[in-house]
């Protein structure tokens, strides 16, 4: 499995501006059950520092810059979210830590389940294990 999945998204331009359409099932491959946004975040308090059992999600940064780190607890890769117009999909079983945020940093995020505590895996260790044991 590659580590670093985007989703390009079309945008509608014209002399008004950008425009992009997000459909459940169409170009986002899941059904939408919930949306939340991350905003004012400082660049030395990085944020997420977790997986999930099972929940999937899409993150577009819609304006500013961060960097995410993704792990698989094999290997793991840091990318730059800079653009409004793809999406970065978070598999289940994604470790992933958002650094450095630019001071109008906005992060969207589409999900395919409400909010659920008991989905999060928040100990890295815990994590490693999971991961073991799925080999
Ligand atoms: P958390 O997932 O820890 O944020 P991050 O991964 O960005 O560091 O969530 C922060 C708090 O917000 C935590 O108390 C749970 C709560 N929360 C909700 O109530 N609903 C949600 O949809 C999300 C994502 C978080």
């Given at each position: ?5 985007w ?6 331009g014209d002399g ?11 170009n ?5 059950k919930?949306?939340?946004f991350?905003?004012?975040?400082k660049s030395?308090h ?5 997986a999930?059992k099972?929940l ?8 500013g810059t961060c960097?995410?780190l993704l792990?698989n607890?094999?290997?793991k890769?840091s ?13 289940n ?5 958002m650094?450095d945020?630019?001071?109008?940093c ?7 389940e409400f909010?659920?505590e008991?989905?999060y895996?928040r ?11 799925e080999?």
């Amino acid at each position: 499995m590659t580590l670093v999945k985007w989703i390009e998204f079309r945008v509608i331009g014209d002399g008004r501006g950008d425009l992009v359409a997000l459909e459940g099932n169409k170009n986002i491959p899941f059904v939408i059950k919930r949306v939340y946004f991350l905003k004012n975040m400082k660049s030395d308090h990085p944020r997420g520092f977790h997986a999930h059992k099972k929940l999937k999600q899409i993150m577009i940064c819609l304006a500013g810059t961060c960097q995410m780190l993704l792990d698989n607890g094999r290997s793991k890769e840091s990318i730059q979210l800079n653009s409004f117009s793809k999406g970065l999909v978070i598999e289940n079983m994604i470790w992933h830590e958002m650094h450095d945020f630019s001071e109008d940093c906005i992060l969207m995020i589409l999900a395919d389940e409400f909010y659920d505590e008991q989905d999060y895996i928040r100990d890295y260790q815990e994590f490693i294990s999971l991961v073991q044991l799925e080999v």
